[in-house]
């Protein structure tokens, strides 16, 4: 069928040896690709129970059957594993163009499992699939790694179109705040797959392609790609999300108390607003095949956060400035590092240095103070003994020292908002299969739902997004982008004649599975934990309500 | 005669220039390692380049090209159109693509007509011929 390639690789690297084996995506219509298909490959291969960093566990990437074919958004790839931070399955989305790359390699997805001796890397030119040795990486952050990666080919031009996702020195020390960075920019919701890669040895994928992409009828799809951009950019949300990346938000939310600072001691108040952080953007980027390009980059070309990490690595550690923030954030994508949980690792210990239960000796950081401040993110981004000896996670941080009721998340993540003042916010994160700060939730859910509305819209939320990310669709278009011209796309993709409902289905299905594997997984002690620290009046209500409308008990 | 016209400051590297021109020359496929038309990304910035018509002698201004800190010494940039070091190739028959420039008329070149952000324009420009 058209939109799947038909194959996917395994990769056993104990074996060292790289299978190709067929996909019938006739027998996975119920999940479709992507995120869908990479949980339901998990959940039927890895036992839930298994130790994340333990040869066991497997790495599925996954494309959707819209990913790479020139469908709006559709860069997805799909990153599935066992997290090694929240203990739970995970979903992480790598965008830009390496999803896209993989399926012009000739492959819907990839299944790695098994641990290689020694770092390896692996290396996909179409049929030719080796796993290289990367000793020569070790130790090397993740810009350098793409370079010396794409350094080793001799035509410019195919070196620059070799797409590389890897870790950082982090990620090969198994810290559980590792994430995956693919050409400078952070792989969304990839903190704790860093320490995955690291446990198999596997340095960095490199994949270039040059196969065809075909299509069941080439001529309504390129309609409906032109069709598709016009509605994007006449769409308010979309081009407001064009216009400001994440922060499109930001004015809302503080205005509604939701962004913390100081280690959730008080709302944040900014003495500038988002003017100020807009002046340090001076071009935009966008992944393959996407009009809104809504990543912001500033003078030097680097990027600059998105709206959590902005939250986590600026107020939360008491400061404003967008610059310092810009410049941290960049130092924990070179070391690989979720700068989410690195913010809010170095807020902790801050707060714990305030209430003076630190031991002597330990590095003693005070909130908005500069030194110390990168001191930490190199520190933590190096591994360091003197502070992964402390703590290897946030939770673990505050649990040593005796006050684990203080860390404020969900199973280990920490979720940077003020759950208190927005309950849509609050039930996705306790909800979703992984915990998740999306905040274009907030978006999605017109702003401010009627209390009693707001399991159905998180429940609507997380199936659209669950399905466009099976389809291979960035979850953003969920915000404004119709369904309808992503159906029509698909059937001249693939030939497939859906309806939003059997869309949306799939969404539900991938949701299911993911929820089994938890369940199955155990260790959801903190999810418990969590609701009780959320203020909110007639929160066990609205969980209970949105387990009712899942029909999960 | 008409040209393309690239502001490389409006690129954002999403690639529709690549997809638009693969997909209105194989109509059937995607490719954009087939299209005639490639974004380069160096010093963080991207450069549309368009495979364009080949020029008549070897290159006799061959001077280094500065762009931010960079010096270019690859011809990377006139390469595309270059006859002695061609470099957008078919990657299944070797042989080198060139832009035609997909008529002048709607539905026009494919990648001024797809590119969201403005960054391809058409302009016209005096003939000596």
New interface residues.
């Given amino acids: 069928m058209f939109g799947w390639t038909g194959k996917i690789l395994r990769v056993n690297l104990s074996e060292e040896k790289v299978f190709v084996e067929d996909l019938k995506p006739e027998e996975h219509l119920d999940v479709l690709g992507g995120r869908g298909l990479g949980a339901k490959i998990l959940a039927s291969e890895v036992d839930p129970g298994v130790e994340p960093l333990g040869r066991e566990n497997k790495i599925v990437l996954m494309t959707g059957p819209l990913t790479?074919?020139?469908a709006n958004s559709g860069s997805v790839c799909a990153v599935v594993t066992k997290s090694a931070l929240t203990k739970t399955i995970v979903s992480a989305s790598s965008k830009l163009?390496f999803g896209?790359e993989l399926k012009?390699a000739g492959y819907d997805g990839l299944v790695i499992e098994g641990k290689a001796k020694s770092p390896v890397y692996l290396d996909i030119r179409d049929d030719q699939v080796e796993i290289l040795p990367a000793d020569f990486l070790e130790g090397q952050d993740t810009e350098a790694t793409t370079f010396l990666i794409r350094s080793g080919f001799n035509?410019?031009?195919v070196a620059?179109?070799v797409r590389v996702l890897c870790i950082g020195a982090a990620g090969e020390r198994r810290l559980p705040l590792a994430c995956l960075v693919t050409d400078?920019i952070l792989v969304a919701d990839s903190g704790g797959i860093g320490a995955v890669f690291g446990s198999k040895n596997l340095k960095a994928i490199a994949v270039r392609?040059?196969?065809?992409?075909?299509?069941n009828d080439?001529?309504s799809?390129?309609k409906s790609?032109?069709e598709g951009?016009k509605e994007i950019?006449t769409n308010q949300t979309l081009s407001s999300l064009s216009s400001f990346s994440s922060y499109f938000v930001y004015d809302n939310l503080i205005s509604k108390k939701v962004i913390p600072s100081l280690y959730f001691s008080k709302p944040y108040e900014p003495s500038n607003g988002l003017k100020d952080i807009s002046a340090h953007w001076a071009?935009?980027?966008?992944?393959?095949?996407?009009?809104i390009?809504c990543f912001k980059?500033d003078n030097?070309?680097?990027s600059f956060p998105e709206l959590d990490a902005f939250i986590a690595l600026g107020p939360l550690c008491g400061f404003e400035d967008p610059a310092l923030i810009k410049k941290a954030y960049h130092r924990c994508l070179l070391h690989g590092i979720d700068p989410v949980e690195t913010g809010a690792f170095i807020a902790s210990l801050m707060r714990l240095n305030e209430m003076n239960v630190l031991e002597q000796g330990a590095f003693r950081p005070v909130f908005g103070e500069e030194s110390s401040y990168f001191e930490l993110i190199e520190a933590l981004g190096q591994g360091k003994k003197e502070i992964v000896g402390l703590a290897k996670d946030v939770i673990s941080l505050w649990e040593g020292v005796g006050y684990a009721q203080n860390f404020i998340g969900v199973r280990g993540k920490t979720i940077p908002f003020n759950l208190n003042y927005c309950p849509v916010l609050a039930l996705n994160a306790i909800t979703h299969s992984w915990p998740t700060s999306s905040f274009d939730i907030f978006a999605y859910s017109k702003k401010d739902p009627k209390v009693k509305d707001v399991p159905a819209v998180v429940k609507g939320y997380q199936d659209t997004k669950a399905a466009l990310e099976s389809l291979g669709v960035c979850a953003f278009l969920s915000l404004g982008g119709n369904l309808s011209t992503l159906l029509f796309m698909l059937k001249a993709v693939t030939g497939l004649e859906w309806d939003e409902e059997r869309l949306l289905g799939v969404g539900e299905t991938t949701l299911k599975i993911e929820h089994e594997f938890n369940q199955k997984a155990g260790g959801e002690g903190d999810a418990d934990n969590l609701s009780s620290k959320v203020a909110i009046s007639g929160f066990e209500g609205l969980l209970s309500a949105y387990y009712q409308l899942r029909g999960w008990s | 005669m008409y040209k393309i016209k690239v502001d490389h400051t409006k690129c954002v590297g999403c690639r529709y220039c690549e997809l638009a021109c693969s997909l209105n020359h194989l109509t059937t496929a995607l490719n954009p390692k087939k299209a005639r038309i490639r974004v380069l990304k160096e010093n963080n910035r991207f450069f549309p380049v368009i495979s364009g018509p080949s020029t008549q002698a070897a290159c006799n201004i061959k001077i280094d090209l500065v762009i931010g800190e960079k010096v270019y010494d690859f011809c990377d940039i006139c390469r595309a159109a270059c006859p002695f070091k061609d470099i957008f190739k078919d990657p299944n028959t070797g042989s080198a693509v060139q832009c035609d420039f997909c008529g002048i008329d709607a539905p026009g070149p494919a990648c001024v007509k797809w590119c969201p952000t403005g960054a391809l324009s058409i302009e016209e420009v005096p003939s000596y011929i």
Avoid: H, N, Q
């Avoid at chain 1, 392609?209 to 299509?215: N, R, S, Y």
């Avoid at chain 1, 071009?283 to 009009?291: D, I, K, S, T, V």
């Fill in positions: 790479g074919t020139g163009y896209a012009a035509d410019p031009w620059r179109e400078g392609g040059t196969k065809d992409i075909l299509f080439g001529k799809f390129i790609i032109a951009v950019s071009r935009e980027r966008g992944c393959f095949a996407c009009p390009a980059l030097e070309g680097e």
